[in-house]
């Protein structure tokens, strides 16, 4: 057998193009979506993300209140800012795209946020909504997951997800998820601490690969027909492309299409995804503010 490619980029543009759409009718009733996207210092990998997510705010029709502040800007000067845009009426959205730089407190400038503005849903209030089922912003790269197994109409109840990796943002969050009532998956989560991990991920009907290291699931761990969800992006040298580099996932993917029904490629399966679910999210609040 070989395995259905899910195409994220596709699923992606599909929610952003509903997105657009809401963006439309909600400006004809006066509230224009609204993100501020913080950039501090010039890190390559965080300019590119966000050049994706302004790229995409243009797109849906939402007002782009992006910030691009020095590498020297103290905690005090980013807190100060995050303060005024809470205060702003007229932003619906905050995210400081990680990582900061190392005089910067991460956890003390996601606190700030003001929970009804963390479209990036990792203020602890955001993770607390979503950990007991409350209305809340999900964290978008777990949301975007669930959205794609749902597009491609895989059936989740019952099933038994192994996740790979517990990190804050990725690990934890696709756990809860998959929990849920909705999704009703029954979840194993596997980390640097599990000592059988190839034997558990074996008997997985769902795999979620977010360990941040390249070849980590390979095929001899992957039952014939199960659905593998690869999150990871790693560079690896590579001389034949321009860039000097390719991006791998977590995954053997040439070995494991063959065993899997679906699998996600890297790139293009759950990054697009991620900026998708962070302009709904924007959309969201927005509608928030109308219901208000």
């Not at 303060?83 to 910067?104: A, E, F, Y």
Request: proline share 5%; charged share 25%; glycine share 8%.
């Amino acid at each position: 057998m070989s395995a259905q490619i899910i195409d994220g980029k596709a699923i992606a543009l599909e929610v952003r193009a509903g997105v657009a759409e809401k963006v439309k009718s909600l400006k004809e009733k006066g509230v224009n979506p609204c993100l501020a996207v913080i950039l501090v210092g010039q890190n390559p990998a965080s300019v590119s993300y966000v050049t994706g997510k302004r790229k995409a705010l243009a797109e849906a029709g939402m007002i782009d209140r992006s910030e691009d502040l020095p590498e020297s800007t103290t905690e005090e000067e980013l807190l100060s800012l995050i303060d005024k845009l809470n205060k702003d009426k007229s932003v619906h959205g905050i995210l400081v795209q990680l990582p900061l730089p190392k005089h910067i407190n991460e956890d003390k400038v996601i606190m700030a946020i003001d929970p009804s503005k963390d479209v990036d849903g990792f203020h602890p209030v955001s993770v607390g909504n979503m950990v007991i089922g409350r209305p809340g912003f999900l964290p978008c790269t777990p949301h975007g997951i669930i959205k794609l197994l749902n597009h491609m109409k895989i059936e989740t109840s019952g099933k038994h997800a192994v996740v790979i990796g517990r990190s804050n943002i990725v690990g934890k969050p696709v756990s809860i998820l998959l929990a849920r009532k909705e999704t009703n998956c029954t979840v194993t989560i596997c980390h640097t601490g599990t000592k059988n991990m190839a034997e558990i991920v074996r008997q997985a009907d769902i795999i979620i690969a977010a360990s941040g290291h390249p070849h980590t699931v390979t095929a001899d761990m992957v039952k014939e027909g199960a659905v593998v969800i690869d999150v990871g992006v790693n560079r690896i040298p590579d001389s034949t492309k321009k860039s000097g580099f390719r991006l791998i996932g977590d995954v053997d993917f040439d070995e494991i299409k063959d065993r899997a029904s679906f699998i996600t490629p890297v790139p293009g399966g759950v990054g697009p995804m991620t900026i998708a679910m962070l302009i709904y999210n924007t959309l969201e609040s927005a509608e928030r503010t109308l219901q208000k």
